[in-house]
């Protein structure tokens, strides 16, 4: 049974720095697709940043590149977001989420993750 647990959200300052964590179980991190993604709310779900099951290769969405940085730690079966310089933009509810298909994260579009966690909310305010 595969399961996602998000943790990490909180309230920060702008111009600050939190991790997100993805415990997974049930399958590996470097066998399916896994990504975060968020949703702001009235906004669509978009994808923040997905990682390739075969070399870990990464992308990100313009809106994070160079403030966030996607890890994985296989040992723990655990995915990571970084997040750096915070913008009350980056205010949104962040998911993470898996799909036994390996080339979808390519494309890091949530329509096409199966698997998705419960969500952890991120906050952004002075």
């Known amino acids: 049974q595969v399961q996602l647990v998000e943790s990490g959200g909180t309230l920060v300052q702008p111009g600050g720095s939190l991790t997100l964590s993805c415990a997974a179980s049930?399958?590996?991190?470097?066998?399916?697709?896994v990504g975060w993604f968020r949703q702001a709310p009235g906004k669509e779900r978009e994808g923040v940043s997905c990682?390739?099951?075969?070399?870990?290769?990464?992308s990100y969405a313009d809106s994070v590149k160079g403030r966030f940085t996607v890890s994985r730690d296989n040992a723990k079966n655990t995915m990571y977001l970084q997040m750096n310089s915070l913008k009350p933009d980056d205010t949104a509810v962040y998911y993470c989420?898996?799909?036994?298909?390996?080339?979808?994260?390519?494309?890091?579009?949530?329509?096409?993750?199966?698997?998705w966690g419960q969500g952890t909310q991120v906050t952004v305010s002075s």
């Open positions: 049930g399958f590996t991190l470097d066998q399916y697709a």
């Open positions: 989420a898996s799909d036994p298909v390996p080339t979808v994260w390519a494309q890091c579009d949530s329509h096409r993750y199966s698997y």
């Open positions: 990682i390739s099951s075969a070399d870990g290769s990464a």
